[in-house]
């Protein structure tokens, strides 16, 4: 250990003179922060994706039966009159369907979204007039919540059986400790379906309707309160409800006068099955139904998945009939383990090579020392981590990854000072603290313009702004433990290195310092030769280098403009499971839908069986497993669209390919996704078909949103625009939410039916109960409130000529509903739509990037179909949603965030320079890390996007700090009185080393990332692109840039010194 040198009294006061003398206090710092840290980090929630408020409430009413139009006007028109003055409320998105009103209430961000959900409820709940045959309205939080683990109970035994075993395997899993909730779907409800032929009713002088009370008043269960007794008290309760259809077919209906009765069951047929809904679910060719269980924010999904698993081989497995079986479809936990360890793979492999760098340009304890103020910044990061909510996910870890360059500079910086005072002469002690003093003004401003950057990132809008919110809140707090552990710690493990030019033998000693050497020589030869030349440039033409500089930075902007790099506001996440949603016009019966879901599940086989003959001779084909789902759309989540629950549709289809281990075989799913779409074309009978491979939907790049208060019109308008959408080269998967729909059968009453004093409701419940049914009730079965319905057989209702020739009674006997009531055929629509109370059309697509950009698409339409078509429809109206909206709202609130930031780096950078105009010379770095980060991008052939931005802002802090902390060089040799060409000159060389080290070891802490070829990081590729090249090319122009400008400055202040003397 060295001796500490002549150290003043006056020299050990302050924090850092404190606490480099006090090694206990220095290292007890240190061992909280990485105690602490490995504590909070045993505890932090890991999950690949973080959970966030969508700002969103969806309103739900059901309606059974009623047409759109009618659901419509009586309950989605009533219900966004009322919630119009609603605090908060920015959008209002409705759609009315057959039988179901949904209404999304999307809020300004910032809205406490609970209190905006009461507001809802109570609004909703003042609204008297919505129809008797409508449901309680449903208001709820549209959230990020998604299933962690999904099993499929499959099997070839009866649909019954299935569900029962899925009911049972949710209940046993609810009992789990760690499992909170798991629901089935796939599965149609349960129902009860009493049939009564015509002739019998009128045999008996009944109604459907008389049955159905009938029904209702004989299955009940009433408590009748206590009887209190000498002896205790007594509950008192009626029994007679019934469960199941023997009880339902024991109920009487009429007394004859011979004493007996009549029973349901002998003049009906009671039918106990499941909704007549057109719902199924296949996996692998049987019938399957689904079991998801949902994790809590709190909840640990490795823990949820290793109780699950734990309970279906223990407990399951071993319990199923023969011929069914259980599968995990989907398991986070895998997703977890693989995509959190790549970017700990990447992030360990970064470290490493950043210790290398420091290695080779540093002494190597000091080396070791600079890692370890790495790896304590890391642990005190994960304690802020745990007091601020923030989980360990992919975004997290990126921020980790991006922090591992940047906060390396704190240290180097520190450490260079000290080694520097070493090499003066200085030793020990008054080494460390004389050169921690020396830099700590700068290294902490520094620091705070660095986290002004990042800050500006917390403002970020919409779900990206959401999902990526934690990587500056990380990097902050990476940044503020760092610049406390370079200032308090690191001073004190450094004041006791050997003293300069005491060296260790050793083999692995020797091949180091001629490694050091080496690089020292490098260094050197680079000092003196090109940047001594560039350097005399800048200093005796400094307009050619900045007149350089600004023909880059036109250039790089001019790449964005023209496409060379393409614009990509959101990249997409891939997933493991690819999805086709098939929709087909609305009536179409489901077999002919199944039909065509099978064209393309046998679309899929072929494009496995071509991708895997593309693989080496002798490896196993590509191995996957399907999911067949007829009556509903794979719920890929999309936080910029609707979320809307439908009934089962027999007219929608999905198909789902999940990927087993492909990534191992270098093969994406998005290679899986053209190979499967080039395989199946559209076929020619459907209305859409999209096929996805994102894990995490974030709209669509063109999403357009036509309104027209002539609804004719606008089906006109909107099948134009879709024509002309179609035709752009580049896009597919071309969708409009509007739709013909089902043939309508209008029937109003005639003067006749009117003479026979038929009342309109008494004839349209009587047809409602005849061919929709009447409901009689609800039992409880399991963990459904089933239904009981009682209507006409099958074959007495379907066909229009059952309609006409029902029997409808009316107070002077039974009528022919043809003579009472006109009926006419119309077309209904499917869906009715409506944004900020106007009906709507949604037009969408998606661009295949190598061949067009939604930005070029985009303008396309803009400037050659919307004006168009506006100037042929005054009254048209139209507007942005999905990718370009969420981009237009993020370019606006982030450029103005960006702009305050700027303006606080300038003022925080102005007090210790004491000048105006040095500031502005620090901050012409900017643009110079922003060509770095376009070039990178170029060379890469990655499109920019919005994570790209939130590198660049990291280039931004390393940037400014190396500008800061050159020009404080060049400050301090012009005070000793060098002229200005030589202190610039000589202070840049000064810094070159530092600066280079800082650049290296910020590319080496990406540069794993930068060359990922997994496609589970490639959606952050373009971050550490920007932060590695940003960094590294605008280092080389940075060396030249800032002398020219600091030249410029003082050429313009000789300059008007001699005009002044010359006027005075």
């Given at each position: 250990?060295?001796?500490?040198?002549?150290?003043?009294?006056?020299?050990?006061?302050?924090?850092?003179?404190?606490?480099?003398?006090?090694?206990?206090?220095?290292?007890?710092?240190?061992?909280?922060?990485?105690?602490?840290?490995?504590?909070?980090?045993?505890?932090?929630?890991?999950?690949?994706?973080?959970?966030?408020?969508?700002?969103?409430?969806?309103?739900?009413?059901?309606?059974?039966?009623?047409?759109?139009?009618?659901?419509?006007?009586?309950?989605?028109?009533?219900?966004?009159?009322?919630?119009?003055?609603?605090?908060?409320?920015?959008?209002?998105?409705?759609?009315?369907?057959?039988?179901?009103?949904?209404?999304?209430?999307?809020?300004?961000?910032?809205?406490?979204?609970?209190?905006?959900?009461?507001?809802?409820?109570?609004?909703?709940?003042?609204?008297?007039?919505?129809?008797?045959?409508?449901?309680?309205?449903?208001?709820r939080e549209i959230t990020s919540r998604q299933s962690v683990i999904r099993l499929l109970?499959?099997?070839?035994?009866?649909?019954?059986?299935?569900?029962?075993?899925?009911?049972?395997?949710?209940?046993?899993?609810?009992?789990?400790?760690?499992?909170?909730?798991?629901?089935?779907?796939?599965?149609?409800?349960?129902e009860i379906s009493i049939e009564v032929p015509l002739r019998r009713l009128r045999a008996?002088?009944?109604?459907?309707?008389?049955?159905?009370?009938?029904?209702?008043?004989?299955?009940?269960?009433?408590?009748?309160?206590?009887?209190?007794?000498?002896?205790?008290?007594?509950?008192?309760?009626?029994?007679?409800?019934?469960?199941?259809?023997?009880?339902?077919?024991?109920?009487?209906?009429?007394?004859?006068?011979?004493?007996?009765?009549?029973?349901?069951?002998?003049?009906?047929?009671?039918?106990?099955?499941?909704?007549?809904?057109?719902?199924?679910?296949?996996?692998?060719?049987?019938?399957?139904?689904?079991?998801?269980?949902?994790?809590?924010?709190?909840?640990?999904?490795?823990?949820?998945?290793?109780?699950?698993?734990?309970?279906?081989?223990?407990?399951?497995?071993?319990?199923?009939?023969?011929?069914?079986?259980?599968?995990?479809?989907?398991?986070?936990?895998?997703?977890?383990?693989?995509?959190?360890?790549?970017?700990?793979?990447?992030?360990?492999?970064?470290?490493?090579?950043?210790?290398?760098?420091?290695?080779?340009?540093?002494?190597?304890?000091?080396?070791?020392?600079?890692?370890?103020?790495?790896?304590?910044?890391?642990?005190?990061?994960?304690?802020?981590?745990?007091f601020l909510g923030i989980s360990i996910n992919m975004f997290s870890l990126m921020a980790?990854?991006?922090?591992?360059?940047?906060?390396?500079?704190?240290?180097?910086?520190?450490?260079?000072?000290?080694?520097?005072?070493?090499?003066?002469?200085?030793?020990?002690?008054?080494?460390?603290?004389?050169?921690?003093?020396?830099?700590?003004?700068?290294?902490?401003?520094?620091?705070?313009?660095?986290?002004?950057?990042?800050?500006?990132?917390?403002?970020?809008?919409?779900?990206?702004?959401?999902?990526?919110?934690?990587?500056?809140?990380?990097?902050?707090?990476?940044?503020?433990?760092?610049?406390?552990?370079?200032?308090?710690?690191?001073?004190?493990?450094?004041?006791?290195?050997?003293?300069?030019?005491?060296?260790?033998?050793?083999?692995?000693?020797?091949?180091?310092?001629?490694?050091?050497?080496?690089?020292?020589?490098?260094?050197?030869?680079?000092?003196?030769?090109?940047?001594?030349?560039?350097?005399?440039?800048?200093?005796?033409?400094?307009?050619?280098?900045?007149?350089?500089?600004?023909?880059?930075?036109?250039?790089?902007?001019?790449?964005?403009?023209?496409?060379?790099?393409?614009?990509?506001?959101?990249?997409?996440?891939?997933?493991?499971?690819?999805?086709?949603?098939?929709?087909?016009?609305?009536?179409?019966?489901?077999?002919?839908?199944?039909?065509?879901?099978?064209?393309?599940?046998?679309?899929?086989?072929?494009?496995?069986?071509?991708?895997?003959?593309?693989?080496?001779?002798?490896?196993?084909?590509?191995?996957?497993?399907?999911?067949?789902?007829?009556?509903?759309?794979?719920?890929?989540?999309?936080?910029?669209?609707?979320?809307?629950?439908?009934?089962?549709?027999?007219?929608?289809?999905?198909?789902?390919?999940?990927?087993?281990?492909?990534?191992?075989?270098?093969?994406?799913?998005?290679?899986?996704?053209?190979?499967?779409?080039?395989?199946?074309?559209?076929?020619?009978?459907?209305?859409?078909?999209?096929?996805?491979?994102?894990?995490?939907?974030?709209?669509?790049?063109?999403?357009?949103?036509?309104?027209?208060?002539?609804?004719?019109?606008?089906?006109?308008?909107?099948?134009?625009?879709?024509?002309?959408?179609?035709?752009?080269?580049?896009?597919?998967?071309?969708?409009?939410?509007?739709?013909?729909?089902?043939?309508?059968?209008?029937?109003?009453?005639?003067?006749?039916?009117?003479?026979?004093?038929?009342?309109?409701?008494?004839?349209?419940?009587?047809?409602?109960?005849?061919?929709?049914?009447?409901?009689?009730?609800?039992?409880?079965?399991?963990?459904?409130?089933?239904?009981?319905?009682?209507?006409?057989?099958?074959?007495?209702?379907?066909?229009?000529?059952?309609?006409?020739?029902?029997?409808?009674?009316?107070?002077?006997?039974?009528?022919?509903?043809?003579?009472?009531?006109?009926?006419?055929?119309?077309?209904?629509?499917?869906?009715?739509?409506?944004?900020?109370?106007?009906?709507?059309?949604?037009?969408?697509?998606?661009?295949?990037?190598?061949?067009?950009?939604?930005?070029?698409?985009?303008?396309?339409?803009?400037?050659?179909?919307?004006?168009?078509?506006?100037?042929?429809?005054?009254?048209?109206?139209?507007?942005?949603?999905?990718?370009?909206?969420?981009?237009?709202?993020?370019?606006?609130?982030?450029?103005?965030?960006?702009?305050?930031?700027?303006?606080?780096?300038?003022?925080?950078?102005?007090?210790?320079?004491?000048?105006?105009?040095?500031?502005?010379?620090?901050?012409?770095?900017?643009?110079?890390?922003?060509?770095?980060?376009?070039?990178?991008?170029?060379?890469?052939?990655?499109?920019?996007?919005?994570?790209?931005?939130?590198?660049?802002?990291?280039?931004?802090?390393?940037?400014?700090?190396?500008?800061?902390?050159?020009?404080?060089?060049?400050?301090?040799?012009?005070?000793?009185?060098?002229?200005?060409?030589?202190?610039?000159?000589?202070?840049?060389?000064?810094?070159?080393?530092?600066?280079?080290?800082?650049?290296?070891?910020?590319?080496?802490?990406?540069?794993?990332?930068?060359?990922?070829?997994?496609?589970?990081?490639?959606?952050?590729?373009?971050?550490?692109?920007?932060?590695?090249?940003?960094?590294?090319?605008?280092?080389?122009?940075?060396?030249?840039?800032?002398?020219?400008?600091?030249?410029?400055?003082?050429?313009?202040?000789?300059?008007?010194?001699?005009?002044?003397?010359?006027?005075?």
């Open positions: 250990m060295s001796d500490d040198g002549h150290v003043d009294r006056a020299s050990i006061r302050g924090p850092i003179g404190f606490m480099a003398k006090n090694g206990i206090a220095a290292n007890v710092v240190m061992l909280f922060l990485v105690l602490a840290g490995l504590v909070s980090a045993r505890n932090l929630v890991q999950e690949v994706l973080p959970d966030f408020s969508l700002d969103r409430v969806q309103i739900l009413v059901r309606y059974p039966g009623a047409a759109p139009e009618e659901v419509e006007e009586s309950i989605v028109r009533r219900i966004e009159e009322q919630i119009r003055a609603v605090d908060g409320l920015n959008r209002v998105e409705s759609t009315a369907s057959e039988g179901l009103a949904s209404v999304i209430a999307e809020f300004t961000s910032g809205t406490d979204v609970n209190r905006a959900l009461n507001e809802l409820k109570a609004e909703v709940d003042r609204i008297p007039t919505f129809p008797a045959a409508a449901e309680r309205p449903e208001v109970v499959y099997g070839d035994v009866p649909e019954r059986t299935l569900k029962e075993l899925a009911y049972g395997i949710e209940e046993g899993l609810s009992a789990l400790p760690e499992v909170s909730l798991a629901e089935i779907s796939g599965a149609r409800p349960y008996l002088g009944l109604t459907l309707d008389d049955i159905a009370f009938a029904v209702r008043q004989s299955s009940l269960e009433l408590s009748a309160g206590r009887v209190s007794t000498s002896g205790d008290d007594i509950l008192v309760r009626t029994l007679g409800q019934n469960y199941e259809q023997v009880d339902f077919e024991e109920i009487i209906l009429l007394g004859r006068p011979d004493g007996t009765s009549v029973r349901l069951g002998e003049i009906a047929t009671v039918r106990d099955g499941f909704a007549d809904t057109d719902l199924s679910v296949r996996y692998n060719g049987q019938t399957a139904v689904r079991v998801d269980v949902f994790r809590t924010s709190d909840e640990q999904v490795l823990d949820i998945a290793e109780a699950v698993k734990r309970y279906l081989d223990a407990e399951v497995v071993p319990a199923l009939p023969e011929g069914v079986s259980v599968e995990l479809w989907k398991d986070d936990s895998e997703e977890v383990s693989g995509r959190l360890g790549l970017m700990t793979e990447n992030a360990l492999i970064g470290f490493a090579l950043v210790f290398l760098a420091l290695a080779l340009f540093l002494e190597i304890r000091l080396a070791m020392w600079v890692a370890v103020g790495l790896a304590v910044s890391f642990m005190g990061a994960f304690l802020v981590m745990g980790l990854v991006l922090a591992l360059g940047i906060v390396v500079d704190d240290a180097i910086v520190v450490g260079e000072s000290i080694f520097a005072e070493r090499e003066r002469g200085q030793r020990g002690l008054a080494a460390a603290i004389r050169g921690t003093r020396r830099v700590s003004t700068p290294v902490i401003f520094s620091v705070l313009t660095t986290i002004t950057a990042f800050a500006a990132l917390l403002n970020a809008p919409g779900p990206q702004g959401e999902l990526g919110r934690g990587i500056p809140l990380v990097v902050i707090a990476v940044l503020v433990i760092s610049l406390l552990e370079s200032l308090l710690v690191l001073p004190n493990h450094l004041s006791h290195l050997a003293a300069p030019g005491v060296r260790r033998s050793g083999a692995a000693q020797r091949m180091l310092h001629r490694a050091q050497g080496a690089v020292d020589r490098t260094m050197k030869r680079l000092a003196e030769g090109p940047l001594d030349r560039g350097l005399r440039v800048a200093t005796e033409q400094p307009s050619i280098v900045l007149a350089a500089a600004a023909g880059l930075l036109v250039i790089s902007l001019g790449a964005v403009a023209s496409g060379i790099v393409p614009n990509q506001f959101i990249t997409p996440i891939e997933g493991d499971v690819v999805s086709a949603n098939l929709e087909m016009p609305t009536g179409t019966p489901a077999e002919r839908t199944a039909r065509i879901v099978a064209e393309l599940e046998a679309a899929g086989r072929r494009a496995v069986a071509r991708l895997s003959d593309g693989g080496d001779e002798g490896e196993d084909p590509l191995e996957f497993d399907v999911a067949v789902t007829v009556g509903e759309l794979a719920a890929l989540y999309d936080p910029l669209g609707g979320d809307a629950v439908e009934a089962a549709r027999g007219h929608l289809g999905t198909v789902q390919f999940k990927l087993h281990d492909w990534d191992r075989r270098g093969i994406a799913a998005s290679d899986f996704e053209r190979v499967w779409r080039a395989e199946v074309g559209i076929p020619a009978e459907a209305k859409s078909l999209s096929i996805s491979s994102n894990l995490l939907g974030l709209g669509l790049p063109v999403h357009y949103e036509l309104s027209h208060p002539d609804p004719g019109r606008l089906e006109a308008i909107a099948a134009e625009f879709t024509a002309e959408l179609t035709a752009v080269e580049g896009t597919f998967d071309v969708r409009s939410n509007l739709d013909e729909g089902f043939r309508e059968l209008q029937l109003e009453l005639n003067p006749e039916g009117r003479s026979l004093n038929l009342t309109l409701d008494r004839f349209a419940t009587q047809v409602r109960s005849a061919f929709f049914g009447a409901e009689a009730l609800r039992v409880p079965r399991g963990r459904e409130d089933m239904r009981v319905w009682v209507r006409l057989p099958e074959e007495e209702r379907n066909s229009a000529t059952d309609v006409e020739n029902y029997l409808v009674r009316t107070p002077g006997g039974e009528v022919p509903l043809g003579q009472i009531a006109s009926a006419g055929f119309s077309r209904s629509s499917a869906a009715i739509h409506r944004v900020d109370g106007r009906r709507a059309v949604t037009i969408t697509a998606d661009v295949d990037p190598r061949i067009a950009t939604g930005q070029q698409v985009n303008a396309r339409l803009d400037n050659e179909v919307l004006p168009r078509l506006t100037s042929e429809n005054p009254d048209l109206a139209y507007s942005y949603g999905g990718q370009r909206k969420e981009q237009d709202h993020a370019i606006s609130v982030l450029g103005r965030s960006l702009i305050l930031a700027l303006l606080i780096m300038y003022s925080l950078m102005a007090i210790p320079f004491g000048s105006y105009t040095q500031p502005l010379i620090i901050m012409a770095a900017v643009p110079l890390g922003a060509i770095g980060a376009l070039a990178g991008h170029m060379l890469l052939g990655l499109s920019w996007g919005l994570w790209s931005l939130y590198g660049l802002v990291g280039v931004f802090g390393v940037v400014v700090n190396d500008s800061l902390m050159m020009i404080r060089f060049i400050n301090d040799l012009r005070d000793s009185g060098l002229e200005p060409a030589d202190a610039v000159i000589s202070g840049a060389k000064e810094r070159f080393r530092a600066i280079m080290l800082t650049s290296i070891t910020t590319f080496l802490g990406v540069a794993p990332l930068v060359f990922e070829t997994s496609t589970y990081a490639q959606h952050l590729v373009p971050l550490a692109t920007s932060v590695g090249f940003g960094v590294f090319i605008a280092t080389i122009l940075l060396m030249v840039v800032v002398p020219a400008l600091v030249m410029t400055q003082y050429n313009l202040a000789a300059r008007r010194e001699r005009w002044r003397l010359a006027r005075a």
